[in-house]
């Protein structure tokens, strides 16, 4: 099952709907379609038991679309390039792989980032998102013990293989290497290849040898990254299991 398809989801977002829906259809009607599209943004006024529900849906919302990235990464990760007649030189499927790569890391690593202000929201904690941390978060009282507490454990321990390559891309302006041996045309002797058929070795040969090596390992990173995705999709699912009855227990002390 999928982290959309999990019941957490519908009930949250079934919730938020039956309230915030109306609520803007009436703004709109006193006002206009300014309060959507207005230099302002739209403000809604919330009980606390709204402003509980709203939260809570946001930030799971939010850990979904990180899912659907990662989905999107890898369905682009699969695509073939095609150089246009405009262009001058195409993007060499190397480059593109790494590109994709970069990406999936920084999303993938996020993914531990907003379950934990999805956890923050549904147990009411009141940090703000900046405060929330995996100390600040898996210390508190209500977390410490818990099944909780030991699922989002063992998710920064998932992710922790990324941590270094985020920091390195993020915030030191290097590049992540990928997870598998890539064949670079340093490895083939060019040089007797180009003795032996008595031509010249070019830049447009070793781009040419770089595409042609490169396209036997997308194949292996693919399954890296739809093994991981599975990996961390299942410890979100089991999250979304203790939080359910977190959320509806909350919901009824609103209520």
């Given at each position: 099952m999928a982290v959309k398809e999990h019941q957490l989801f519908n009930e949250l977002w079934e919730n938020v709907r039956v309230w915030v829906?109306?609520?803007?259809?009436?703004?709109?009607k006193r006002e206009g379609y300014q309060v959507l599209f207005g230099p302002t943004k739209l403000v809604l006024?919330?009980?606390?038991?709204?402003?509980?529900?709203?939260?809570?849906?946001?930030?799971?919302?939010?850990?979904?679309?990180?899912?659907?990235?990662?989905?999107?990464?890898?369905?682009?990760?699969?695509?073939?390039?095609?150089?246009?007649?405009?262009?001058?030189?195409?993007?060499?499927?190397?480059?593109?792989?790494?590109?994709n790569y970069e990406h999936y890391?920084?999303?993938?690593?996020?993914?531990?980032?907003?379950?934990l202000l999805l956890t923050n929201a549904l147990f009411?904690?009141?940090?703000?998102?900046?405060?929330?941390?995996?100390?600040?978060?898996?210390?508190n009282t209500r977390i410490a013990g818990t099944e909780v507490g030991a699922i989002l454990k063992k998710l920064i321990k998932t992710v922790r293989k990324h941590r270094e390559g985020k920091n390195?891309?993020?915030?030191?302006?290097?590049?992540?290497?990928l997870p598998i041996q890539v064949r670079m045309p340093s490895e083939v002797d060019l040089l007797y290849v180009s003795i032996k058929l008595g031509i010249e070795v070019k830049d447009e040969l070793r781009d040419l040898l770089a595409e042609f090596l490169t396209i036997h390992t997308r194949k292996d990173l693919l399954a890296i990254m739809d093994k991981e995705f599975k990996q961390i999709e299942s410890q979100v699912e089991k999250l979304f299991d203790e939080l359910l009855p977190v959320y509806r227990g909350m919901r009824s002390f609103y209520s």
């Open positions: 829906m109306p609520e803007i259809e009436e703004r709109i006024e919330f009980s606390p038991k709204q402003n509980y529900e709203y939260n809570s849906c946001y930030w799971c919302v939010r850990l979904l679309d990180a899912f659907d990235r990662l989905r999107y990464i890898r369905n682009m990760t699969r695509r073939s390039l095609y150089r246009k007649k405009s262009e001058e030189k195409s993007v060499l499927l190397q480059e593109w792989l790494i590109y890391v920084i999303v993938y690593q996020g993914v531990l980032d907003i379950a009411d904690m009141g940090n703000p998102p900046d405060k929330c941390s995996y100390s600040t978060i898996c210390d390195l891309l993020v915030h030191r302006g290097g590049r992540i290497e």
